[in-house]
Nanobody, 117 residues
Framework: QVQLVESGGGLVQAGGSLRLSCAAS????????MGWYRQAPGKERELVAH???????NYAGSAKGRFTISRDNAKNTVYLQMNSLKPEDTAVYYC???????????WGKGTLVTVSS
């Protein structure tokens, strides 16, 4: 059974940093593309950052220059380092694992990030 478990969320002041982690189990982690998404109250879920199985990354415009996604295949974990946080970054952050060839798509339950002004 595939599980994605996010951690690292919390309350931080504007300008601060957080590192989110997503630990995967029950899957061959290194073949999956991984992504971080977020959903703010009253808004749709949106992509924040994505990393391919080969390590290529891309970011939403709001995350560029402030957030860094990385993966450690030995630990079956993907990370999101978030710096210079803003109140508008407040959201539940979700981890997603995707393997398009097999149509496999998994989500974690999310971790709440709250940025105070």
């Amino acid at each position: 059974q595939v599980q994605l478990v996010e951690s690292g969320g919390g309350l931080v002041q504007a300008g601060g940093s957080l590192r989110l982690s997503c630990a995967a189990s029950g899957m061959k982690f290194d073949i999956f593309a991984m992504g971080w998404y977020r959903q703010a109250p009253g808004k749709e879920r949106e992509l924040v950052a994505h990393i391919s199985s080969g390590g290529s990354t891309n970011y939403a415009g709001s995350a560029k220059g402030r957030f860094t996604i990385s993966r450690d295949n030995a630990k079956n974990t993907v990370y999101l380092q978030m710096n210079s946080l803003k109140p508008e970054d407040t959201a539940v952050y979700y981890c997603r694992a995707n393997y398009e060839i097999y149509g496999a798509n998994y989500w974690g339950k999310g971790t709440l990030v709250t940025v105070s002004s």
